[in-house]
């Protein structure tokens, strides 16, 4: 169990449903790793080279115009490693996505969904704001 991922991932699911029943929650939920928005789902894709917000937009944009989603990107973050990123699709978008993705050649680019988000390049937005400077 410890070595098959897949087998991994379906037993945290079933522990999860149980948690959610035990606690009186009759429907899961998912939300954004990123912004906590729910019915949204982070999703992660891992390039051979580092990417740039264009390229998360343009590759989703791209599968989405062959595949059975919406491809409307939400939040979108570059990772410390920064030849992956995550981003926000609406949830049944996110998993068509992953699906489709892996169902193609895709070769050096691979889509997932997030579990866990990883370190994230600090973005500096610029200086702050001045002091008052006023006249009297």
Same mark, same amino acid.
């Given at each position: 169990l410890a070595t098959d991922p897949t087998a991994l991932k379906q037993v945290?699911?079933?522990?999860?449903?149980?948690?959610?029943l035990s606690t009186?929650?009759?429907?899961?939920?998912?939300?954004?790793?990123?912004?906590?928005?729910?019915?949204v789902t982070t999703v992660t894709i891992t390039a051979p080279r580092s990417l740039r917000h264009s390229d998360v937009v343009f590759a989703v944009n791209k599968l989405a115009k062959h595949g059975d989603f919406d491809g409307r990107v939400g939040k979108i973050q570059i990772c410390q490693d920064a030849t992956s990123a995550v981003?926000?699709?609406?949830?049944?978008? /996110?998993?068509?996505? &992953?699906?489709?993705?892996? =169902?193609?050649?895709?070769?050096?680019?691979?889509?997932?969904?997030?579990?866990?988000?990883? /370190?994230?390049?600090? &973005?500096?937005?610029?200086? =702050?704001?001045?002091?008052?400077?006023g006249g009297g």
């Open positions: 945290e699911e079933l522990v999860a449903r149980c948690l959610a009186g929650k009759t429907e899961l939920r998912s939300w954004s790793l990123l912004t906590g928005e729910t019915g981003f926000d699709l609406p949830t049944a978008d /996110a998993f068509k996505l &992953v699906k489709f993705a892996n =169902g193609q050649n895709l070769k050096q680019f691979a889509f997932e969904v997030t579990a866990e988000l990883p /370190a994230m390049q600090f &973005v500096d937005r610029g200086g =702050g704001g001045g002091g008052y400077r």
